[in-house]
């Protein structure tokens, strides 16, 4: 079992960077995939990144391909989204979460963290 805390959250203008920090405590964190999500108000959650459990596969959602970096670092229990030429649609608040299953789905991930806010200014 794993618990994600996400960090690294802010206001940050178009075509800004930021770097968000899921923090996971628990012993098995080497075997879970991990992914990153995102909730815009009104909408519902979406997939944007996930890397496997050794980091040797990486996947991304079409509308951050090419902006987005997901890395994990296994001896800190740390998995990292480098966000790139920020857009004011990438507003939303961003999960963490924990995965046995490689995959995209919401309902493949048995651990979320609470989130943390991501707002891009025009």
């Known amino acids: 079992q794993v618990q994600p805390v996400e960090s690294g959250g802010g206001l940050v203008q178009a075509g800004g960077s930021l770097r968000l920090s899921c923090a996971a405590s628990?012993?098995?964190?080497?075997?879970?995939?991990m992914g990153w999500f995102r909730q815009a108000p009104g909408k519902e959650r979406e997939f944007v990144a996930a890397?496997?459990?050794?980091?040797?596969?990486?996947r991304y959602s079409d509308s951050v391909k090419g902006r987005f970096t997901i890395s994990r670092d296994n001896a800190k229990n740390m998995v990292y989204l480098q966000m790139n030429s920020l857009k004011p649609e990438d507003t939303a608040v961003y999960y963490c979460?924990?995965?046995?299953?490689?995959?995209?789905?919401?309902?493949?991930?048995?651990?979320w963290g609470q989130g943390t806010q991501v707002t891009v200014s025009s």
């Open positions: 890397i496997s459990r050794d980091a040797g596969s990486t």
């Open positions: 628990g012993r098995a964190f080497g075997i879970y995939n």
């Open positions: 979460a924990a995965s046995l299953w490689a995959g995209s789905l919401t309902t493949q991930y048995d651990y």
